[in-house]
């Protein structure tokens, strides 16, 4: 069974840097794509960054290219997020999620799903 867990969220002030990580485990690491989605408080759930199986090919929402990064580390089962210079409008709930066979900006297509970790961003 894949278990998604997400850790680093937390309060930071505008214009720093945070990186938020997930570790999967249950399944090989290198099977799946993994991808990174939030959802703000009344808002739907967006897309925000996707790494391919061997990290070759990564995506970002348009409005986060040059802000945010999304690596992972094959080797310890995990992919990070490194967000930088971050905006009280970045506050949200960060979701990793999973897919063996899908990589892309349609969060019905990922498998599975973390629990979620919460970025505050204050003014």
């Known amino acids: 069974q894949v278990q998604l867990v997400e850790s680093g969220g937390g309060l930071v002030q505008a214009g720093t840097s945070l990186t938020i990580s997930c570790a999967l485990s249950?399944?090989?690491?290198?099977?799946?794509?993994m991808g990174w989605f939030r959802q703000a408080a009344g808002e739907e759930r967006e897309f925000v960054a996707a790494i391919s199986w061997g990290a070759s090919t990564t995506y970002y929402a348009d409005s986060l290219k040059g802000r945010f990064i999304v690596t992972r580390d094959n080797t310890r089962n995990t992919v990070a997020l490194h967000m930088y210079s971050l905006k009280p409008e970045d506050t949200a709930v960060y979701y990793c999620a999973a897919d063996e066979y899908y990589i892309g900006k349609n969060a019905s297509r990922y498998d599975y799903w973390g629990q979620g970790t919460q970025v505050a961003v204050s003014s």
């Open positions: 249950g399944r090989t690491f290198t099977n799946f794509a």
